[in-house]
């Protein structure tokens, strides 16, 4: 079955799986992946159209991915997965990468009675809205973060030392917190005025902390080995680089720009603007957008421990006294040089670029934490605020398919704009109650926007992913306390 979305053909391969063939621009061809329940709006939101302008861009190797909840993005598409090759003149482009650089999630299992959070759930709320900053504003201030250059440098690292999380936690973060690479100069004076005040914050938009409760298991050994039992209580925290991010972002696409004219590279759209790797323009980008990372990961660091310290107080006990290991912690919004197969018993190294999309290394990768190793990396997937979350493991399919990367989220279905043509702050806020959902938000725009209906259905995405072989779940958390930014 052929399908045509904006100017390009799509063909049908299975059914998981859609092909956009090699035409006009394109270099190499695009693979996504959806159901019959989920195509329909993929092929209309125009972000298969996407796929194939990435596939113009010089030293795109294999094929341009989208996951199965993939939409419309800058440039590229948000849960899009490209890789560049340098031998063949590959590019760093920041649309590939997000405005949001490293916005990612955060899981934490809480040894706590599950009873107990529940019937003082609201509150647990109160505290959390009182106790974590959230929405555009900035953070309390906390003298021991007043060098920023600690944190661009060494990310969640740099907060471990100073006794804020714990060096046991590095293992269970993506580059153990900090990646390398980084020369702080390349974060600009603005960027820094911008982000610095708001480290330790939750962020506006579809950014959320959550309290869950694990409701399903499906893989008895995986959960014992990622601390979750049935009917255990969860912290769920998303959040990214915030403004010192966007702003990296902003002043990267100008001179983006610059750099294609320079290197003659023909653009389809110009928000797809590129630096040839190894050249001063890429170098520049990608040591500053490892110093947004390292932000980030410091970022959500702080703001787990600010919210298990508020979960704490409203519970009577001490942050010492509330046990809550680290599950993992993963980004997704990022350009990372790895190694894969790109032909067969053929292994590069490539800059791989994913927007919306979780790594997902299978099982036995050097990489993955050696508690984590025989099972794949864990693969944090949040649903809207009103339904439920899974948390998978990364299979052997993703290092075959897709550079060893799955989903990242439910995906959008409506605009923000078009969610006020369909609910009322009071009546979302009311339906999520009648659910025995405790949510806060900073402003009656945020709930609206969010609201559940905006978003696919995520178990719908993970169905997808699990049987494309891609990752498997491992369990489902659905929301007890849900504040938003």
């Given at each position: 079955m052929n399908q045509r979305t904006e100017?390009?053909?799509v063909e049908r391969v299975d059914a998981l799986r859609w092909r956009v063939p090699i035409q006009q621009h394109m270099k190499v061809e695009g693979l996504f992946?959806?159901?019959d329940s989920l195509i329909q709006a993929?092929?209309?939101d125009g972000s298969a159209g996407q796929i194939a302008n990435?596939?113009?861009l010089p030293g795109i190797v294999n094929r341009v991915l989208g996951m199965p909840d993939i939409h419309r993005g800058y440039g590229f598409p948000i849960g899009g997965v490209a890789a560049f090759d340098p031998d063949e003149g590959g590019v760093v482009s920041p649309g590939g990468i997000g405005f949001d650089i490293n916005c990612g999630v955060r899981l934490h299992a809480l040894e706590v009675d599950a009873e107990q959070v529940i019937a003082q759930r609201a509150t647990i709320a109160d505290a959390l809205q009182r106790d974590v900053p959230a929405g555009m504003g900035v953070t309390r201030h906390d003298e021991r973060l007043d060098d920023l250059d600690d944190i661009l440098l060494g990310g969640a690292q740099a907060l471990a030392d100073l006794g804020i999380g714990n060096l046991e936690d590095l293992d269970m973060i993506e580059d153990r917190g900090a990646m390398e690479g980084v020369n702080p100069d390349a974060v600009s004076r603005r960027a820094r005025e911008r982000g610095h005040p708001q480290l330790g914050s939750l962020g506006s938009g579809n950014h959320f902390l959550e309290i869950d409760r694990v409701t399903e298991i499906y893989d008895e050994e995986a959960a014992r080995q990622f601390g979750l039992r049935l009917g255990g209580i969860t912290l769920l925290v998303h959040s990214g680089s915030r403004g010192l991010g966007h702003q990296v972002c902003e002043e990267s696409t100008h001179a983006m720009m610059r750099a294609s004219k320079k290197a003659g590279i023909h653009l389809v759209d110009r928000q797809l603007a590129c630096a040839?790797?190894?050249t001063e323009a890429a170098d520049f980008y990608?040591?500053?957008?490892?110093?947004a990372a390292n932000f980030a990961y410091a970022n959500r660091a702080l703001l787990a421990h600010r919210a298990i310290e508020a979960i704490?107080?409203?519970l009577g006990t001490r942050r010492k006294f509330l046990p809550a290991p680290l599950v993992y912690d993963v980004c997704h919004n990022i350009a990372k040089w790895e190694t894969h197969e790109v032909s067969p018993g053929v292994h590069k190294r490539v800059l791989v670029h994913r927007k919306g999309a979780t790594r997902a290394f299978g099982p036995g990768h050097s990489e993955l934490p050696e508690r984590y190793r025989a099972l794949g990396q864990p693969v944090i997937i949040p649903g809207d605020m009103g339904r439920y979350s899974y948390v998978l493991c990364g299979?052997?399919?993703a290092m075959q398919e897709t550079f060893g990367s799955a989903c990242h989220g439910a995906g959008r279905l409506l605009s923000r704009a078009e969610t006020k043509n369909h609910a009322t702050g009071s009546s979302v806020i009311r339906a999520l109650s009648e659910k025995g959902i405790a949510l806060r938000a900073s402003s009656v725009n945020a709930v609206v926007e969010e609201m559940p209906e905006a978003y696919k259905d995520v178990a719908d995405v993970v169905s997808v992913i699990e049987r494309a072989g891609i990752a498997r779940r491992v369990a489902k958390l659905e929301p007890v306390i849900v504040v938003k930014g």
């Open positions: 100017r390009f053909r992946y959806a159901d993929i092929l209309r990435v596939a113009s040839p790797l190894g990608l040591s500053a957008m490892a110093g704490a107080n409203a299979q052997d399919g």
